[in-house]
């Protein structure tokens, strides 16, 4: 752990929920979070995450796969609409590529497993409190290609009229796509775009994030998101 408080604007003071049933684990999380200024609450099984939801409002929930009563997964899914407004880090001991990829399509918005370094969960914390305090506070915006519309106001994506829901990184992430149609975009600019916080060069978060995106978007009218060899990803009307 840091030894000084971090001030981080947009994170200062923010509400978090760790869900954690391991008592170390949610203590040792808690006290580094609320050194680095933010303001916890624990829950140990998934029903009392979902009331803590509820009752203490959090802007962002730490969340364990393995729980007495339920998977961590159900837990996002039974949040439903709440959470496209409550960013989700689960923080898991299960690294499986298929309990990853499982966690980042049924809501997660990171994906870190145990163990895990403190450090480095603030630091994607605060990526993801940014990010959501930035769509906050953005004018409202209405972009289209093709038969894609996206409403920032109203954090809503269609599709031929048919609506899609996204977690949060999946809706800034098309957001930037979309603001640059037709263009190559490179992967390095998009994770720094859409992930203002430091992946170590990571740039395959964005391929999985854009696979996700592909399955969502993808219809018999045709994919939209198309790959550039050695550059990355350009969003173009399908034809």
Same mark, same amino acid.
Not at 74 to 81: D, F, H, P, S, Y
Not at 173 to 193: F, S, V
Not at 207 to 231: A, E, F, P, W
């Given at each position: 752990?840091?030894?000084t408080? %971090? ?5 200062a003071?923010a ?5 954690? %049933? ?5 203590d040792?999380? *808690? $006290? ?5 200024g ?24 730490? !969340?364990?796969?393995m /729980?007495?009563d ?8 039974? @949040?439903g ?7 989700? $880090?689960? /923080? ?15 809501? +997660?918005?990171?994906?870190?497993t145990?163990?895990f ?7 994607? $914390?605060?990526? !993801?409190l940014r990010?959501?305090? /930035?769509?906050?506070s ?7 290609v ?23 990184t999946?809706?800034? @992430? !098309?957001?930037?796509? $979309?603001?640059h ?16 916080? +430091?992946?170590?060069?990571r *740039? *395959? ?5 854009? *696979?996700?995106?592909?399955?969502? @978007? ?11 060899? +050695?550059?990355?990803?350009? /969003?173009?009307?399908?034809?």
């Amino acid at each position: 752990m840091s030894t000084t408080p %971090d001030d981080a604007g947009a994170a200062a003071g923010a509400r978090i929920l760790v869900v954690d %049933d391991e008592p170390n684990i949610a203590d040792v999380v *808690s $006290m580094a979070l609320r050194f680095h200024g933010f303001e916890v609450e624990t829950a140990g099984t998934g029903e009392e995450a979902l009331a803590a939801v509820e009752r203490f409002r959090p802007q962002l929930m730490v !969340l364990d796969v393995m /729980l007495p009563d339920m998977e961590g997964f159900e837990v996002a899914q039974r @949040l439903g609409a709440e959470r496209s407004r409550v960013p989700i $880090m689960f /923080l898991t001991a299960r690294d499986a590529a298929e309990d990853k990829l499982r966690g980042l399509t049924t809501g +997660g918005d990171d994906y870190m497993t145990k163990p895990f370094s403190l450090e480095e969960l603030v630091a994607r $914390m605060r990526g !993801l409190l940014r990010r959501a305090k /930035l769509a906050e506070s953005e004018p409202a915006e209405l972009l289209s290609v093709g038969d894609l519309t996206l409403d920032n106001f109203s954090r809503t994506v269609t599709r031929g009229g048919v609506e899609i829901g996204l977690t949060t990184t999946e809706f800034e @992430l !098309l957001r930037y796509l $979309m603001r640059h149609p037709g263009r190559a975009i490179p992967r390095d600019e998009i994770l720094d775009q859409v992930w203002n916080y +430091g992946f170590g060069g990571r *740039s *395959s978060i964005v391929d999985l994030y854009i *696979s996700y995106l592909r399955k969502k @978007l993808d219809n018999d009218q045709g994919s939209m998101i198309h790959t550039v060899r +050695g550059i990355g990803y350009s /969003l173009r009307a399908a034809t």
